[in-house]
């Protein structure tokens, strides 16, 4: 009677084993398929690449000249070079030079408009300039930037100077609806 039992239990552990086997893989294939075949959650990936003035300076050291109340202004461009259309912002930063301080930046675009005004050092990397329009896939934009000598200083900067470097960043339109850039 003990072989009996024991050949019993036996087959029942065979059962079990199998039916564990069989069970483990119906859910390894369920897992891999939740990855494999998940249409809502498709993704691209693109590549962000913008042309900021061809690498060049947008002010020059030598032709930078400026009295209470005169603005120097340069044209620049921003063009698209990436695989999406882009968000771009305007920043400074180095600043050197006591100058600095008695200065305020204006953004225009091609027809003269001023886009944006602030103290010099007042536009950042944490408070950019950040243009409301989409730069599309290949478009080339036109652009100035000013930069004004507040009239009420007076002499107080009479032979200061300053010196800062201006950059430009993008990042995709396509699910960044609160326009973040990576810092």
């Known amino acids: 009677m003990s072989n009996s039992n024991t050949q019993k239990k036996v087959w029942i552990s065979i059962a079990v084993i199998v039916l564990l086997f069989i069970m483990f893989v119906i859910n390894t294939f369920a897992f891999i398929s939740s990855f494999i075949s998940s249409e809502a959650n498709l993704f691209e990936t693109a590549k962000v690449d913008i042309d900021f003035n061809g690498n060049r300076p947008v002010f020059v050291e030598d032709d930078f000249f400026l009295e209470p109340g005169r603005e120097r202004i340069q044209p620049f461009y921003l063009r698209n070079n990436s695989t999406v259309d882009v968000y771009y912002r305007l920043y400074m930063d180095d600043f050197v030079g006591a100058l600095k301080d008695a200065l305020v930046v204006k953004i225009y675009d091609k027809d003269h408009n001023c886009l944006f005004t602030a103290n010099m050092t007042d536009l ?7 243009d409301t329009a ?10 100035y930037a000013g930069v004004l000598m507040k009239t009420g200083v007076g002499n107080a900067y009479q032979n200061e100077m300053v010196s800062f470097s201006m950059y430009a960043d993008a990042t995709q339109v396509k699910n960044n609806f609160n326009k973040d850039f990576d810092n």
Do not use: D, H, N, Y
């Open 134 to 143: 989409v730069l599309k896939v290949g478009e080339t934009k036109e652009l």
């Open 124 to 130: 950042t990397r944490e408070t950019p300039f950040v």
